[in-house]
């Protein structure tokens, strides 16, 4: 049962352009979401979050939009930068119910700038 | 300051070993989960601790435990290894077992044979 999904499994962009990212969630007790970045033979990285409250959030060339009744966020890059290249997940979790500690991933969407 | 470290790097086992994975939290940081990833998927879940306590499980098998220490760091055991335990694991920290924004090392690559 994958409740976060990310349907996208690859993305490539131009150096200066927008890139959008989407993930869609199933869970909709899921209160407060993330974006983290993960290159080869590291860790994640977290990005930005973006809490049930907010449709939006912002964090320098990062954004994320929240739609609660499509049950769906993006992440938006601009402009894209060929250090953007990288596997992006995004993770949900139900902090209302003390489960702040277990975050539910996607599956990654792998982005590529090109120069 | 140091992030989030793992040992070893990486690990080489065969079917019915036992497995010890090692975490160190960012210093202040309280909490540590437990994640695993397999080739093509996002992280899931295993554990989470905070102040030596279990807070949240996976769905995973009881052949996997953890534990954290006084000290904040933790270690991850996985007995009677199975080729399907091949993944990277994941040691993430947060502040504490309330604050969602989670911190990962580089993970501990698991090979079984």
């Known amino acids: 049962d994958q409740q976060v999904k990310q349907n996208s499994p690859s993305l490539s962009v131009q150096e200066g352009r927008i890139s959008i990212l989407n993930c869609d969630y199933t869970?909709?007790?899921?209160?407060?979401f993330l974006w983290y970045k993960k290159y080869p033979a590291e860790g994640p990285t977290f990005l930005i979050s973006?809490?049930?409250?907010?449709d939006k959030n912002e964090d320098g060339r990062f954004t994320v939009f929240l739609n609660k009744s499509a049950k769906h966020l993006s992440l938006h890059i601009v402009p894209s930068q060929p250090g953007d290249s990288a596997v992006y997940f995004c993770a949900a979790t139900r902090s209302f119910y003390n489960q702040g500690g277990k975050l539910i991933f996607g599956q990654g969407t792998e982005l590529s700038v090109k120069p | 300051d140091a992030g989030v470290t793992q040992s070893p790097t990486h690990l080489i086992k065969t079917r019915g070993q036992h497995v010890t994975l090692r975490c160190s939290p960012i210093s202040g940081h309280k909490s540590v989960s437990w994640y695993q990833q397999v080739l093509g998927q996002g992280p899931q879940f295993i554990f989470q601790?905070?102040?030596?306590?279990?807070?949240g499980r996976g769905n995973f098998p009881d052949r996997f435990s953890a534990r954290q220490f006084p000290n904040y760091s933790s270690e991850l055991n996985v007995n009677a290894l199975l080729l399907g335990d091949s993944a990277l694991y994941l040691c993430?920290?947060?502040?504490?077992?309330?604050?969602?924004?989670?911190?990962f090392g580089p993970g501990t690559r698991l090979t079984v044979t």
């Open positions: 973006i809490s049930s409250i907010k």
């Open positions: 869970n909709s007790m899921f209160d407060y």
């Open positions: 993430a920290s947060s502040l504490d077992w309330i604050v969602y924004e989670q911190y």
């Open positions: 601790y905070y102040e030596k306590e279990e807070r």
